[in-house]
């Protein structure tokens, strides 16, 4: 099947099939062309240029996009879509005046989610889950990675990746599934968070593994929940099994995570609202990519990730939703593009850099996703009547987007 759009304002994000992520002073730049056409071909990209070569008398379906402009869909590499309920009791609390870390030594927080999890059937979690998942689709997400994490014990945890899984198979939108038992010690381990990690990483693991539900692993290190020498001891079991690090690090407390992660190849850091120079430099002698959730901060009220000085420090930066029950109950990725730049100073050409191509890698997807390149998955974001890109973040509160393509499928 063959779709062709035309008259295209701006064909935003064009890039070669060698770039997969890009640091720096290059994220300022967003490569486009004016008065394009785009076709797609059997899911993928097979070509585009100006409109002065457009083909023509093509047997195809068209997409007149006059006065719009084009864009890949966003690729959402930190998500914990999966989840039971809600805890909006919780957030009441907040406003009362509980801080998050209060709310989660009283018993609340992930526990409270993982309680919720347990007791919900398999198809229930499934149902909940798919309408949050079309929820972001139709909000331009056309790549997203989900992590276990509100199980923690074996059957609950495999249960949420198979969900993950199965959205997968139902969804045309392309999934990564990231293994993260440990998330925070469960009640039944409470004096005994070792015995836990045994179990994490002498059971979880190797299922998760066996049965192909993840191809990432990761670990919330923080104060509070797992330490340094934790976080070590899981990338390594993980890796023995094939699992790639992506971990939770420096949301609260900069305790020595980015290194632990670096030290592993961690695929991407992610949270670092609070990051030490020390931190800044581990990244520079790799690649790390570092991952920002400003909804989080957002919805949290802390600080937001120091994302200028990391681009300004020559670094690549990604932008990701967080989705959870907990501390960003949304994935709208729109949001958080408009929030990296009101919030953290980012260009709109940086945020929509750090939303795609740089998403892409963060989840490991980028030689097929994150950019318009001939050959990459049909995945296209196309706006409604707009003046400029950097009129998507500065409108935040607009939904400005006509239509989403998820690999040629048009929602
Ligand atoms: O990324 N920080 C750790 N995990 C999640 C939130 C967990 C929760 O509150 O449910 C996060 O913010
Ligand atoms: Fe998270």
Same mark, same amino acid.
């Not at 059971?203 to 191809?215: C, N, R, S, W, Y």
């Given at each position: 099947m063959k779709l062709l759009l035309t008259n295209i304002k701006e064909l935003l994000q064009i890039r070669d099939s060698t770039i997969q992520k890009v640091s720096g002073s290059d994220m300022s730049h967003l490569p486009s062309l004016k008065n394009a056409w785009l076709l797609f071909e059997d899911e993928v990209i097979s070509d585009f240029g100006n409109m002065d070569s457009c083909p023509k008398a093509m047997d195809s379906q068209k997409i007149d996009c006059t006065g719009k402009m084009v864009l890949p869909t966003w690729? &959402?590499?930190?998500?914990?879509?999966?989840? =039971?309920?809600?805890?909006? %009791?919780?957030?009441? &609390?907040?406003?009362?005046g509980l801080s998050y870390q209060e709310i989660a030594v009283k018993g609340g927080g992930i526990l409270n989610s993982a309680?919720? *999890? %347990?007791?919900?059937?398999?198809? &229930? +979690?499934?149902?909940q889950s798919a309408k949050r998942l079309e929820e972001v689709m139709a909000l331009g997400t056309g790549a997203l990675e989900i992590k276990s994490g509100y199980g923690l014990t074996t059957e609950a945890e495999l249960k949420m +990746?198979?969900?993950?899984? %199965? *959205?997968e198979k139902q969804y045309p939108i392309t999934i990564k599934t990231t293994f993260l038992g440990a998330h925070a010690v469960p009640a039944a381990y409470k004096d005994n968070k070792d015995g836990y990690l045994d179990l994490v990483c002498d059971?979880?693991?190797?299922?998760? =593994?066996?049965?192909? +539900? =993840?191809?990432y692993v990761d670990i919330f290190c923080e104060e509070g929940y797992f330490t340094v020498a934790d976080t070590h001891r899981v990338l390594a079991a993980g890796k023995k099994h094939g699992l790639i690090p992506k971990i939770h690090v420096n949301q609260f407390h900069a305790i020595g995570g980015v290194a632990a992660g670096v030290e592993h190849h961690a695929l991407s850091v &992610?949270?670092?609202e609070v990051l030490t120079p020390e931190d800044i430099e581990v990244l520079k002698e790799s690649d790390t990519m570092p991952v920002a959730l400003p909804s989080c901060s957002f919805f949290l009220g802390i600080p937001y990730t120091p994302g200028r000085e990391l681009i300004n420090a020559n670094l690549p930066l990604a932008l990701a939703t967080d989705y959870n029950p907990g501390s960003t109950p949304s994935g709208n990725m729109n949001f958080v593009v408009a929030t990296a730049c009101i919030k953290m100073r980012l260009t709109p050409e940086?945020?929509?850099?750090?939303?795609?191509?740089n998403g892409a890698y963060a989840m490991g997807i980028s030689s097929t996703h994150g950019s318009i390149t001939q050959g990459k998955s049909a995945n296209v974001i196309i706006t409604k009547d707009i003046p400029s890109i950097g009129y998507l973040p500065y409108a935040f509160g607009s939904n400005l987007i006509d239509k989403v393509i998820i690999n040629g499928t048009c929602l």
């Open positions: 690729c &959402d590499s930190h998500t914990h879509l999966v989840y =039971a309920g809600n805890r909006e %009791q919780e957030f009441v &609390d907040r406003i009362n309680k919720k *999890l %347990q007791a919900t059937s398999e198809e &229930d +979690l499934y149902k +990746l198979r969900v993950a899984k %199965q *959205l059971e979880m693991i190797p299922k998760v =593994a066996d049965e192909g +539900l =993840a191809t &992610d949270h670092l940086e945020a929509i850099n750090a939303a795609t191509i």
